[in-house]
T-cell receptor, first 115, second 116 residues
Framework: DPKIIQKPKYLVAVTGSEKILICEQY?????MYWYRQSAKKPLEFMFS???????DNQTASSRFQPQSSKKNHLDLQITALKPDDSATYFC??????????????FGSGTRLLVI | AQKVTQTQTSISVVEKTTVTMDCVYE???????LFWYKQTASGEIVFLIR??????ENATVGHYSLNFQKPKSSIGLIITATQIEDSAVYFC?????????????FGQGTKLSIKP
């Protein structure tokens, strides 16, 4: 059974629209993250959350907004989509955000194509 | 700022041989952690092995081992007795000890192809 569920697996969106990427983890982890992978910047860090609180944000655009309704959920809302947003978005989790030696578990990703 | 660099874009070796993938890093942290991950053709990203900067011994897990050269800020991944299923993209990553450096920073990746 997948330990981190990302939905949808594939997503095609029209420029200017808004989409929400879903992430749920069933590992009992306290920290969750979003990464973006594209041809230009492989595995680029976007956000980190710990106990549902934003800890770090490396995304310059406010069009990207994480949403955490439960400790094991971290969704990613993207507004005013642009073709440059096309990428695979990975959700990940770790036991704690400030335990530097803990490895991350990654979801299978959501592949977003903006046309 | 922390930085991880993998200069080898792709490597191809024959099955059952040993391969080494290079990685260098930059950090101001006195203690830090170095990781290697594997991304399969399906896109799945899997943790392989970790090296703690304060440990002198090179980490080993199964047929993966590390060549940690701290003075050179280098952490190479060695895969012995390679198998076809080792074909994947391998990412080096690091994470600092400071609270605000908690995120995992990845290198660009090295694509490994294992030929029969």
């Amino acid at each position: 059974d997948p330990k981190i569920i990302q939905k949808p697996k594939y997503l095609v969106a029209v420029t200017g629209s808004e989409k929400i990427l879903i992430c749920e983890q069933y590992l009992g982890h306290n920290a969750m993250y979003w990464y973006r992978q594209s041809a230009k910047k492989p595995l680029e860090f976007m956000f980190s959350y710990s106990y549902q609180k934003l800890m770090d944000n490396q995304t310059a655009s406010s069009r990207f907004q994480p949403q955490s309704s439960k400790k094991n959920h971290l969704d990613l809302q993207i507004t005013a989509l642009k073709p440059d947003d096309s990428a695979t978005y990975f959700c990940a989790s770790s036991q704690d955000e400030d335990t530097a030696n803990s490895d991350y578990t990654f979801g299978s990703g959501t592949r977003l194509l903006v046309i | 700022a922390q930085k991880v660099t993998q200069t080898q874009t792709s490597i191809s070796v024959v099955e059952k041989t040993t391969v080494t993938m290079d990685c260098v890093y930059e950090t101001r942290d006195s203690s830090y952690f170095l990781f290697w991950y594997k991304q399969t053709a399906s896109g799945e990203i899997v943790f392989l092995i970790r090296q703690d900067s304060y440990k002198k011994e090179n980490a080993t897990v199964g047929h993966y081992s590390l060549n940690f050269q701290k003075p050179k800020s280098s952490i190479g991944l060695i895969i012995t007795a390679t198998q076809i299923e080792d074909s994947a993209v391998y990412f080096c990553a690091m994470r600092g000890m400071n609270y605000n450096q908690g995120k995992l920073i990845f290198g660009q990746g090295t694509k490994l192809s294992i030929k029969p």
